[in-house]
Nanobody, 117 residues
Framework: QVQLVESGGGLVQAGDSLRLSCAAS????????MGWFRQAPGKGRELVAA????????IYADSVKGRFTMSRDNAENTVYLQMNNLKPEDTAVYFC??????????WGQGTQVTVSS
């Protein structure tokens, strides 16, 4: 089992920045690829960013490229999502996911990000 706890969400204005954190406990964190997803009201959950187990490669949704940066600290069992130049359309609940393959996948409870115009 892996437990994930997101933090860092809040209410900000357009153009502001936030840094989300996802702290993991349980099994060896470095065994898991990690992802950040978001879900806006009335919409499905979408992938925002993902990072490999070693943290050497990350991918981003087109809508956040150049504004968001995902990183991880395996010594601290934490992944981060630095979000710059936030837009109202970034408003959503943000979730992190640990991906170990097969049934070995876990979700956090989410953190709300609200961007006002």
């Amino acid at each position: 089992q892996v437990q994930l706890v997101e933090s860092g969400g809040g209410l900000v204005q357009a153009g502001d920045s936030l840094r989300l954190s996802c702290a993991a406990s349980g099994r060896a964190f470095s065994r898991y690829g990690m992802g950040w997803f978001r879900q806006a009201p009335g919409k499905g959950r979408e992938l925002v960013a993902a990072i490999t187990r070693a943290g050497d490669t990350s991918i981003y949704a087109d809508s956040v490229k150049g504004r968001f940066t995902m990183s991880r600290d395996n010594a601290e069992n934490t992944v981060y999502l630095q979000m710059n130049n936030l837009k109202p359309e970034d408003t959503a609940v943000y979730f992190c996911q640990a991906v170990g393959g097969g049934q070995d996948n876990y979700w956090g409870q989410g953190t709300q990000v609200t961007v006002s115009s």
